[in-house]
């Protein structure tokens, strides 16, 4: 049986990317990643990509008309690459419901807070701001809503007395580091199934 092919895609700096990427290698994750989607030009994680000989497809999406252009542009690079899993790490556009409606269950996202507590772009700042003892980390199905779906893995982060925000910050990745690969690999076994809005292994 051939291994799961998997698209990632992020914007930023890519350290979960880097993460993945390593599990695939300690052969944690049994799976080839044989392209990366991003939407930024200047990303960081672009870099890594190419140092660990992933192919690279920047799509921007100032480049084309709408969004449904754009999706059509990556659907085109995904059904080339014949990509069974789509694994976003910190890729910080939504994704149309009809985008997620043609990869169902197929689609996996990383958030750094517990959701519902605190969607949106700047999870770990809302929730140090928010002023919660409790935060963390959720590795969820995506679904039409943002950083909504079915939740697979989630883990909590205390946030201590006098903690600073960079500190969390760090705290959080430490922990996303862990979690997705974990998260990926339980997947890839085939033991997660989605009823409703739960997952069930
Ligand atoms: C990660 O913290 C991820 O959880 C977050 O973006 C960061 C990307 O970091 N995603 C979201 O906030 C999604 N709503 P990275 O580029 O170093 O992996």
């Not at 950083?147 to 903690?163: A, F, L, S």
């Amino acid at each position: 049986m051939r291994k799961t092919n998997i698209a990632v895609f992020a914007s930023g700096t890519g350290s979960n990317f880097s993460a993945i990427v390593s599990a695939v290698k300690t052969g944690m994750i049994k799976a080839n990643i044989p392209l990366l989607i991003c939407d930024n030009p200047e990303a960081p994680v672009i870099k890594k990509a190419v140092r660990a000989k992933i192919r690279v497809v920047v799509i921007a999406a100032k480049d084309f008309s709408d969004r449904d252009q754009f999706e059509k542009a990556i659907i085109e690079v995904l059904r080339g690459c014949g990509i069974d899993l789509i694994v976003l790490a910190g890729f910080m556009r939504i994704l149309s419901p009809a985008f997620v409606k043609r990869y169902p269950s197929r689609i996996i996202n990383i958030h750094p807070a517990l959701l519902p507590s605190f969607k949106g772009a700047h999870a770990i700042r809302d929730a140090f701001e928010y002023g919660v003892k409790v935060t963390g980390v959720t590795v969820h199905f995506v679904d039409e809503k943002t950083d909504h779906g079915p939740v697979i893995m989630q883990e909590p982060v205390r946030i201590e007395n006098g903690q600073t925000l960079k500190r969390l910050g760090q705290i959080i990745h430490k922990v996303e580091h862990r979690v997705y690969p974990r998260a990926i690999a339980l997947l890839l076994r085939g033991r997660l199934r989605v009823r409703g809005r739960k997952v069930v292994c």
